[in-house]
């Protein structure tokens, strides 16, 4: 392989596109820790990240890992680690602490079915709740869901910039089935490639304060070694980054951390119709999971039935409002994932007494029909 990024059309599985991906992104540390159906990732950084001076590194585990990542974004290098349920969970401790000091990376989780060990080489969408809630405390967090490998490459871009931008972890939630799916993959020039790098700050470095924030609710980020006075801590903190044990320096760093995604919604949130202009039925869907809802929408178009579909591609922050106005027209909602209805209790919270909401989902293990999405179709219509 070239010493550079890839250029031009290549035959490629999701993982290794995502590992691609992160390259042309400016990805140059990688921390991780192998585990099925993600290890592919790390294996094709560990070859490539040397070839663009970039640093590979395999921790003891997957918290380890994590913290890696968190230190070597504090070193100002974009850094990434890849992992599934299992690992996920483990990782869970110090993604919030990557939250409360505003550290950008990028963690992608490459679902299997669950929960524990659970099935290791086949694919689900069950972490999908875990990816909002799983550390604790409130906190916003952004994550995303791509459909492909093609998508999982520029996704992964998307990702690496959202952190950047807003100074955050990003998720992004793929799972087995496009993990391990080989398709054509085009990588373009790098300059044709947009990507966003942090803010960094400017000013007397005796006056700086590291959580400050600029006119986007985000604080500009110097490296370690920059020359700026850096306290970072996982305690409540003030705009010096200095442990503040007050009721009201808690709520004005959840206020910080929360403002500069609620604030940014427009901006942070995708989602992307196919034939919902007229559609009486919607389904809800994302990944995989929303290319088998597109056969079935079609499916039903040929036998009568309105059908349409809204792919989410941002999961996190939710798409509310889309969905709340879909359902002042829409005569009913089925949510299609590969999970017992998590992203689907979401969908009901939205659409509320408007619509009925049916789920066609299954606890992982293997793809959802569309023939058993347009069984639902029928019964909705």
């Not at 560990?46 to 997957?62: A, H, K, Y």
């Amino acid at each position: 392989m070239s010493a550079t990024v890839l250029t031009g059309e290549h035959y490629l599985t999701g993982d290794v596109a995502c590992a691609e991906g992160a390259l042309a992104a400016g990805c140059r540390f990688f921390g991780g820790y192998p585990i099925t159906p993600a290890t592919e990732i790390a294996e094709h950084m560990s070859e490539r990240l040397p070839e663009v001076n970039g640093t590979f590194i395999q921790m003891e585990d997957e918290i380890a890992a994590m913290a890696s990542v968190l230190g070597a974004s504090w070193a100002g290098v974009k850094s990434m680690t890849a992992t599934s349920g299992p690992g996920f969970s483990l990782m869970m401790e110090n993604i919030g602490l990557g939250i409360c000091t505003e550290t950008p990376c990028v963690v992608v989780n490459v679902q299997r079915a669950g929960p524990s060990t659970g099935l290791p080489t086949q694919g689900a969408q069950g972490d999908m709740m875990q990816a909002r809630w799983g550390s604790h405390g409130d906190y916003e967090i952004i994550a995303l869901a791509p459909a492909s490998p093609q998508e999982i490459f520029y996704q992964t871009i998307l990702a690496f910039n959202l952190s950047e931008k807003y100074r955050i972890p990003v998720l992004l939630m793929t799972d087995e089935i496009v993990g391990h799916m080989s398709e054509k993959v085009i990588i373009p020039k790098a300059k044709d490639i947009k990507l966003i790098s942090r803010t960094a700050p400017k000013g007397k470095k005796d006056h700086f304060m590291p959580f400050k924030p600029g006119p986007n609710g985000v604080a500009p980020m110097p490296a370690a070694g920059d020359g700026y006075h850096v306290h970072i801590t996982g305690l409540t903190h003030d705009e010096k980054g200095y442990p503040v044990m007050t009721v009201e320096a808690q709520d004005e760093m959840m206020a910080r951390i929360t403002g500069k995604i609620r604030k940014n919604l427009d901006d942070i949130i995708r989602t992307e119709p196919y034939r919902l202009d007229d559609a009486e039925i919607v389904i809800i869907s994302y990944g995989v999971s929303s290319r088998t809802s597109m056969a079935a929408v079609d499916e039903a178009r040929e036998i009568g039935i309105k059908a349409g579909l809204l792919r989410l591609i941002t999961i996190w922050p939710f798409p509310e409002e889309q969905i709340r106005k879909l359902a002042d027209r829409a005569k009913g909602f089925v949510t299609v994932e590969i999970n017992l209805g998590q992203i689907h209790h979401e969908v009901e919270r939205c659409v509320g007494r408007k619509a009925p909401a049916y789920l066609v989902g299954h606890p992982g293990g293997t793809i959802i029909s569309p023939e058993r999405v347009l069984d639902v179709l029928k019964e909705a219509f």
